[in-house]
Antibody
Framework: VQLMESGGGLVQPGRSLRLSCRTSGFTFGEYGLSWVRQAPGKGLEWVGFIRSKAYGGTTEYAASVKGRFTISRDDSKSIAYLQMNSLKTEDTAVYYC??????????WGQGTQVTVSS | QSVLTQPPSVSEAPRQRVTISCSGSSSNIANHAVNWYQHVPGKAPKLLIYHDDQLPSGVSDRFSASKSGPSASLAISGLQSEDEADYYCAAWDDNLKGVVFGGGTKVTVL
């Protein structure tokens, strides 16, 4: 099982960025996929997740990102996305994707750095 | 301020035992499964405990956990230098309609 995030970088406040989570080694469509972030000097913060199609493919988001971030998935490519709009300086963090199994977040990527600064 | 409260740090000598508390409420820990994660800075977090007290395959049995009402705890016995990491509890929260993490506890092996 492998997950790999990409798409991070430096972006100005108010702009957008899309992160990708490429996966392999498991049947992607059977699992939910979550995003978790860690701001500098802070702890882990749940961002949101997307359920598998079997559970409707619906999404849930943390209040801090609701209305600005959107999680989607492409089961044919085994990739999940995190579209981040109207970025704020407080969105600066390392963003992790994780597989959401019945056990919890049982596999994680190495993370991708997002820096929001002018 | 995290919804789940953990001590910021704990420390103990090698081969000793430490416990980490995680205090929540009826909207989270009391009525939902608690998971624990180990995070070494710069690395991917790792699932340590699921469903309150279950060890995933491959996780050392030096780790154990329990839950009572709105509180949970993680214990590490036979402390080793490799256990130095940040530890987080997590659970679903009905009020927030999302997953909440504790603030994290840094474990230092003296």
């Amino acid at each position: 099982v492998q997950l790999m995030e990409s798409g991070g970088g430096l972006v100005q406040p108010g702009r957008s960025l899309r992160l990708s989570c490429r996966t392999s080694g498991f049947t992607f469509g059977e699992y939910g996929l979550s995003w978790v972030r860690q701001a500098p000097g802070k702890g882990l913060e749940w961002v949101g997740f997307i359920r598998s199609k079997a559970y409707g493919g619906t999404t849930e988001y943390a209040a801090s990102v609701k209305g600005r971030f959107t999680i989607s998935r492409d089961d044919s490519k085994s990739i999940a996305y995190l579209q981040m709009n109207s970025l704020k300086t407080e969105d600066t963090a390392v963003y992790y994707c994780s597989r959401d199994s019945l056990l919890g977040y049982d596999h994680w990527g190495q993370g991708t750095q997002v820096t929001v600064s002018s | 301020q995290s919804v789940l409260t953990q001590p910021p740090s704990v420390s103990e000598a090698p081969r000793q035992r430490v416990t980490i508390s995680c205090s929540g409420s009826s909207s989270n820990i009391a009525n939902h499964a608690v998971n624990w994660y180990q995070h070494v800075p710069g690395k991917a977090p790792k699932l340590l405990i699921y469903h309150d007290d279950q060890l995933p395959s491959g996780v050392s049995d030096r780790f154990s956990a329990s839950k009572s009402g709105p509180s949970a705890s993680l214990a590490i016995s036979g402390l080793q230098s490799e256990d130095e990491a940040d530890y987080y509890c997590a659970a679903w929260d009905d009020n927030l309609k999302g997953v909440v993490f504790g603030g994290g506890t840094k474990v230092t092996v003296l």
